[in-house]
């Protein structure tokens, strides 16, 4: 099996497999609802789906829920939207704090067997007695309490007795270790919050380090699969997993995280960015979250192509923005209707058009894609076209409009610019030009070339949109030592444009894309749009100089 074995953690598996160490393959996906799902989670969502899929296994989403001050429902919610919009369906839907009850009782466990204790230390003293990579640690005074006081204080602690940062529950495990993580770490925190999902019936909740690996072994998951900052952390995982007498022993294996170019990635920073209103919302289309790349119009296709393409490396890495681009541009290239839409509108008068008339023309819905078909477009006296493709004094090689020259309109007939009108203050706000019947397109004319193809609108039927132009929300990447990444905060990530569309785009729906016409692709915001106003986003320009 070719495909099964094109990564290290698949070679891991088949291993596993065909020594019989395990039957059956599963994964799990585990976010914690502290945010909205991105780019970076899609890739742990493609991993550890695509492995079930490869291996004919089991994938669940679980919520690591244990930490009640910054969890929410409404994270939980799109974060399920969010998973099945990208097109995975999960086995068993878990979340950890219903497990609660069973982590207690693995802590009581430890206690019983000598192997934890409560501690008095504050986290600051913890912290201090813990020592460095270079300093082994001190032994707390609280060491060696006995299991009777333990057990007493632990159960006390979980009656609400004390208050947050009273005591805590640690691991009795090596404080010279030189793994940081096997000095004594804290199993349990007390904290007087409300949770999601349990509310206030607890005040004590386990460390990720503690619940994680008994998530896993309740769940029967058989490759924990996290990123490579959890790699020291491994040892811990399976002393947890031991000690505590898991039936399953769940495997962690390590994978880099994704980091794209231009944009942050942890949700702290994304929550920053949309509590302190740089941005619209948690789904805005400048941001790498699923629901921003929704709501900007990339497809769940692209996404999870991209995925696939940078694959699974140990090695940690920044991959540019750009190839995400790339793959939007293949899946929408024969995809996406191809109209004409004017982003900076100039109105022309065609002045030997007769006055009132009004024909259709006829227009290629994806010359790349001729079973898209045709659509008829209306052309009459007045258009408009962009500002930019006219100059009244062309620098050389300007082949669009300008006094005395000739371009082709696309789909319809080659026009020339006859008279500028301007404003009093001097700026151009009309051309009148003539245009030559013989040029009509799709009529083979051949009489003479011009050198210019440009877009247009006809003005009396287009309607009116607003379109959204994007740049990068992060300008470096380099973040500099005492300064917030909102300093590099790109003020100008966002231009707001308002010009016309083809008529026949009255039926556009939210999250309908096109392609414009020399403008790139574009999708229907599903927020801003409403019955009389249409808002598109750009997704992406045309061209790339990026090649794969
Ligand atoms: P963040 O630091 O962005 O808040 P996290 O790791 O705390 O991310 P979780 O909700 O715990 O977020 O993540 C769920 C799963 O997604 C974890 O297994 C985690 O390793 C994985 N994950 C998160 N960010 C990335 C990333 N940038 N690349 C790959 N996997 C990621
Ligand atoms: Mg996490
Ligand atoms: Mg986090």
Redesign the pocket.
């Known amino acids: 099996n070719k495909e099964a074995s094109s990564n290290f953690i698949k070679n891991i598996i088949n291993e596993d497999l065909s020594s019989g160490k395990v039957q059956e393959i599963v994964t799990r996906?585990?976010?914690?609802p502290n945010?909205y799902l991105?780019i970076?989670?899609a890739?742990?969502i493609v991993i550890n789906f695509g492995l079930a899929d490869d291996f004919k296994g089991k994938t669940n989403l679980r919520f690591?829920d244990t930490n009640p001050l910054k969890e929410d429902v409404e994270y939980v919610d799109s974060i399920k939207e969010d998973v099945s919009w990208l097109g995975f369906e999960w086995e068993g839907l878990h979340y950890a704090s219903n497990y609660f009850e069973e982590m207690y009782d693995r802590a009581v466990l430890l206690i019983k067997k000598g192997l934890a204790y409560v501690e008095d230390l504050s986290a600051d003293e913890i912290r201090e007695y813990r020592g460095t990579l270079t300093e082994p640690g001190k032994e707390s005074p609280s060491r060696n309490r006995s299991i009777e006081e333990n057990l007493d204080l632990f159960e006390r602690m979980k009656h609400g007795e004390f208050k947050d940062g009273e005591k805590v529950l640690r691991a009795k495990i090596d404080m010279s270790s030189p793994n940081i993580n096997m000095r004594d770490p804290v199993l349990y925190r007390i904290a007087h919050a409300t949770h999601h999902n349990t509310g206030d019936k607890w005040c004590i909740y386990p460390m990720y380090a503690f619940a994680h690996p008994i998530e896993d072994a309740i769940e029967g998951v058989t490759h924990s699969?996290?990123?490579t900052e959890f790699e020291d952390q491994r040892p811990l995982y399976n002393w947890v997993v031991e000690k505590c007498e898991m039936e399953a022993k769940p495997q962690q294996i390590e994978f880099a995280?994704?980091?794209l170019t231009n944009t942050v990635?942890?949700?702290?920073k994304l929550k920053q960015l949309v509590d302190e209103n740089y941005v619209d919302g948690w789904d805005d289309p400048r941001l790498p979250t699923i629901s921003g790349l929704r709501r900007r119009g990339f497809t769940p296709e692209s996404i999870v192509a991209f995925c696939q393409e940078i694959g699974v490396s140990k090695g940690n890495s920044i991959v540019d923005v750009q190839m995400l681009e790339h793959f939007i541009r293949e899946d929408l290239k024969l995809k996406a209707p191809r109209t004409m839409a004017i982003l900076r509108p100039l109105k022309v008068v065609i002045t030997n058009y007769p006055e009132g008339q009004v024909e259709m023309l006829d227009a290629e819905n994806n010359p790349e894609n001729p079973e898209m078909g045709i659509r008829q477009i209306p052309f009459s006296r007045e258009i408009y076209i962009e500002q930019e493709d006219f100059m009244e004094n062309p620098p050389k090689k300007y082949f669009r409009l300008f006094p005395g020259n000739e371009v082709r309109l696309k789909h319809a007939y080659f026009i020339k610019c006859e008279e500028v009108i301007k404003d009093e203050e001097g700026n151009v706000v009309e051309l009148h030009c003539t245009y030559d019947p013989e040029t009509k397109s799709g009529t083979g004319f051949t009489g003479r070339k011009v050198k210019g193809t440009i877009h247009w609108v006809d003005a009396s039927q287009a309607k009116r949109a607003e379109f959204r132009l994007y740049d990068s929300l992060i300008l470096d990447d380099e973040e500099q030592e005492g300064k917030s990444f909102l300093e590099n905060v790109n003020p100008h990530s966002l231009e707001i444009l308002n010009g016309f569309v083809e008529p026949n785009m009255e039926d556009a729906k939210a999250n309908d894309k096109f392609q414009f016409f020399r403008h790139g692709y574009f999708n229907v915001d599903p927020k801003h749009t409403t019955e009389d106003h249409l808002v598109f986003n750009r997704i992406v320009s045309l061209k790339s100089s990026f090649k794969l």
């Not at 990635?265 to 702290?268: F, I, L, Q």
């Open positions: 996906f585990p976010p914690e945010g991105h970076g989670h890739k742990s690591d699969l996290c990123t995280r994704l980091n990635m942890s949700k702290r």
